[in-house]
């Protein structure tokens, strides 16, 4: 149960009202906090909870599905314990930019690049904030779902006509 | 003395030590590097995005264009990561065919990675070996699934056919002579004077460091951490099989290598095991909202063919969650992250790429050494751009 895990009891016990909402779903625990307390959260949690393995760092986008249009995900791994964590916080488009977590992990550099490219989610504090996958001049954010999928100058696939 | 100044020198995206279009800007002073700056995205094909408007089976293809050396490996990956969504149980024999293919995957994968990396270091020889064995690999892809790469074998539920009468035999002969294949590579490497001179002490990272930049797979236990996702957190029922993880001490390419002998010697025993245990049975889940039906409904009854057209052309609809799957692919952990708003479609499905993250750590590894030890750098990191770029 989420109750139980050795993360959430924790966490409850320190951020309380830093926590939006636990959720387990399919034995996987997931966490959201509130965006400003992410930086203290994810320090505690690899310094106290030996999360020392940042798995993977990405983000969705809920254009008009939530009232924040991104979601910053942070999966955690545990070598010494073996368990999993996945944080969560909401990020607004009127303010998009969150801390860097490469001051905790040194493999969040070009996974947070990824994101500054794909979703256009700014890093404050990034040593290297370039775009990665796009070109330096590409304008838009391609992973955003008002990005068309045919790319931004072609007509909208309508499917197969035939 | 006289000033001196680095120079600047472009290496790819067109040059064969780079594994693909991998394209690094480097500094250096006279033979020495200072800096590294990796360019990637030449090969990004936008299968994440492309995703979001696939239906599940659909995207199943877009997953063997990831690690095209280990086809077999990302389906396996992104299957238990539906199935873990959907609630499904897999039939034990297309569980243990999958742990077989997955076994020769990273066979295969690792046959690559020695034949190139043996390559850029000047031993021509194994090259020429190690492809041959592959070979077999690709001849047993075909042999199952009809394509030596693209093989989009597994279904969600199970595997799309059972496999040919003469699959076990053709494995196994491959499984019993590929011991006497690794000792012959090892006679021509292991204490061979050259390759030890370049691989001793060649990209070393430490235990710490290789856990703080994000390393994974064999280039993690190559640093002595002792870490395997099909052990430690067992997927696909690999718990009922029985190997050894091996790990390296002194961090360098050398071990890194070691390791991954030792690595495809356990791969064989795992795929020993699994022919031991294969049994008749069926090779897909009873589980008709999710499965396609099997083919002879489809061509037999109105029912079937009906069933086949709504999962083909609708696919199925997800319960509302979010699930992460991360395998145990040849070159690290390969995670798929699938985000579900209920459709039939994903919100999201993010690729957790070993390799992307890997390739992180060639500054670490080469900064300080000469522009020859990168290239060593490069192939003991066993990077493939598909799956860097997806």
Not at chain 2, 250 to 255: E, G, H, V
Not at chain 2, 329 to 353: C, Q
Request: aromatic share 8%; hydrophobic share 40%; charged share 25%.
């Amino acid at each position: 149960m989420a109750e139980n895990n050795r993360a959430v009891v924790k966490l409850k016990e320190k951020f309380s009202a830093s926590i939006i909402d636990v959720v387990e779903f399919r034995g996987e625990v997931t966490v959201t906090v509130a965006k400003d307390a992410i930086m203290e959260i994810l320090s505690f949690l690899k310094l106290s909870l030996q999360y020392n393995l940042l798995t993977d760092l990405t983000a969705v986008d809920y254009l008009g599905k939530k009232e924040e249009r991104f979601m910053m995900v942070y999966l955690l791994y545990s070598i010494p314990n073996k368990d999993r964590l996945r944080i969560k916080t909401p990020v607004s488009e009127a303010e998009c930019t969150i801390p860097t977590a490469t001051t905790v992990w040194k493999t969040a550099n070009w996974l947070e690049r990824e994101v500054f490219d794909l979703f256009g989610i700014a890093f404050s504090g990034h040593p290297d904030l370039r775009r990665i996958l796009m070109t330096d001049d590409w304008v838009g954010h391609p992973l955003r779902k008002d990005y068309p999928l045919q790319g931004p100058d072609r007509e909208p696939y309508k499917g197969r006509l035939s | 003395m006289a000033a001196t100044e680095t120079m600047t020198l472009n290496m790819g995206p067109q040059h064969p030590s780079t594994h693909g279009v991998l394209r690094l800007v480097l500094e250096l002073d006279g033979e020495v590097i200072v800096k590294v700056t990796p360019h990637i995205g030449f090969l990004h094909r936008g299968v994440e995005k492309l995703s979001e408007h696939r239906t599940y089976h659909q995207i199943l293809p877009l997953t063997d264009r990831l690690d095209y050396l280990a086809p077999m490996s990302n389906n396996l990956g992104y299957i238990l990561a539906v199935e873990k969504l959907m609630d499904v149980e897999v039939p034990e024999r297309a569980e243990t065919i999958r742990i077989i293919m997955a076994e020769l995957t990273r066979l295969e994968s690792h046959l690559v990675w020695l034949a190139c990396h043996a390559l850029d270091i000047g031993a021509m020889t194994v090259f020429i070996y190690a492809f041959r064995e592959r070979e077999t690999v690709m001849e047993i892809y075909e042999l199952i699934s009809g394509a030596r790469m693209t093989s989009n074998f597994f279904r969600v539920g199970g595997l799309s056919q059972d496999v040919p009468d003469e699959f076990v035999k053709k494995v196994g002969d491959f499984i019993d002579a590929m011991p006497g294949y690794l000792d012959q590579y090892e006679g021509l490497l292991t204490t061979n004077p050259i390759w030890l001179k370049r691989t001793v002490g060649n990209g070393i990272i430490s235990a710490e460091d290789a856990i703080d930049i994000g390393l994974t797979g064999p280039a993690l236990r190559g640093s002595g951490v002792d870490w395997d996702l099909r052990r430690d957190n067992s997927y696909s029922g690999y718990d009922k099989y029985q190997f050894k993880v091996p790990t390296g001490e002194n961090c360098d390419t050398f071990d890194r290598y070691k390791v991954r002998l030792i690595e495809m010697r356990e791969a064989c025993k795992i795929v020993r095991q699994g022919l031991d245990r294969l049994k008749p049975g069926p090779v897909l889940a009873d589980c008709p909202q999710v499965c396609y039906p099997p083919k002879e409904n489809v061509y037999n009854s109105i029912e079937g063919l009906i069933h086949h057209f709504k999962i083909a052309s609708e696919g199925f609809a997800a319960p509302e969650g979010e699930v992460y799957q991360g395998v145990e692919a040849p070159k690290g952990e390969l995670g798929f992250y699938i985000v579900s708003d209920g459709g039939n479609k994903p919100e999201r499905l993010r690729i957790r790429p070993p390799s992307f993250v890997n390739l992180q750590a060639i500054e670490q590894m080469s900064v300080g050494t000469m522009i020859a030890d990168l290239v060593a750098v490069i192939g003991t990191l066993d990077i493939v751009l598909g799956e860097i770029d997806r």
